[in-house]
């Protein structure tokens, strides 16, 4: 994996980390969702740098050698 393409996947997960704690008291949630654009933010830049936009097959093929459990197999 190229260090860029190790960001961009990097970048996801964050994201996908504070989208989780944000939506996890749902009562609290509209006060946090504004906290989600500098991960957004960082993920697109990432993503556009290593040249995976458009390109998801290849992006999640990355997410998951970082994250196995991210596979969707329930695992």
């Known amino acids: ?3 860029d393409e190790l960001a ?3 970048a996801y997960v964050r994201l ?3 989208t989780r704690a944000a939506l996890a008291e749902p009562d609290e949630s509209p006060l946090y969702m504004p906290l989600l ?3 957004i933010a960082e993920a ?9 936009c458009g390109n998801e097959s290849r992006f ?7 994250r196995p459990s ?4 329930g695992r």
């Not at 999640?60 to 970082?66: A, E, H, I, T």
């Not at 991210?70 to 197999?73: A, D, P, V, Y």
Request: aromatic content about 4%; cysteine-free; glycine content about 10%.
């Open 70 to 73: 991210m596979s969707g197999s």
């Open 16 to 18: 996908l980390e504070a």
């Open 60 to 66: 999640f093929d990355l997410v998951r050698s970082l």
């Open 44 to 52: 697109d830049g990432a993503l556009e740098r290593a040249g995976l």
């Open 8 to 10: 961009a996947a990097q």
């Open 1 to 3: 994996m190229r260090n």
């Open 37 to 39: 654009a500098s991960p």
